[in-house]
């Protein structure tokens, strides 16, 4: 079983940058996905990005209309998968988890395992 940890959340102001860092115990072979999404309060659980690494190489994909804004990245040396907002706005702010798959789609579907979210917060 995968075990993640997601860190960096916190409170910042609209237009602030954020990176947040899911951190997980091990990948599974041939091909491993990290996943990010969100859920803020009220609202459904949203996805955002995914990596997948594999024979392939690596590939990204992500969310509606999060490209631009939102950057996933990560090496197959380091189990450190990293999401990089920028431009942040108040609908931003929710728990941000990552998952983890053998395929995007999984990750999509969220059927694996999850870490336990960071909070991020943005507001003046």
């Known amino acids: 079983q995968v075990r993640l940890t997601e860190s960096g959340g916190k409170r910042v102001q609209p237009g602030d940058s954020l990176r947040l860092s899911c951190d997980f115990s091990?990948?599974?072979?041939?091909?491993?996905?990290i996943g990010w999404h969100r859920q803020a309060p009220g609202q459904e659980r949203e996805f955002l990005a995914a990596?997948?690494?594999?024979?392939?190489?690596?590939?990204?994909q992500y969310g509606e209309s999060k490209r631009g804004r939102f950057t996933i990245s990560g090496d197959d040396d380091v189990n450190t998968v990293h999401l990089e907002m920028n431009n942040l706005k108040p609908e931003d702010t929710a728990v941000y988890y990552c998952?983890?798959?053998?395929?995007?789609?999984?990750?999509?579907?969220?059927?694996?395992?999850w870490g336990q979210g960071t909070q991020v917060v943005v507001s003046s």
């Open positions: 998952t983890s798959g053998a395929t995007i789609a999984e990750v999509m579907r969220g059927s694996g395992p």
């Open positions: 091990v990948r599974t072979k041939p091909r491993f996905t």
């Open positions: 990596i997948a690494f594999g024979p392939f190489g690596i590939v990204s």
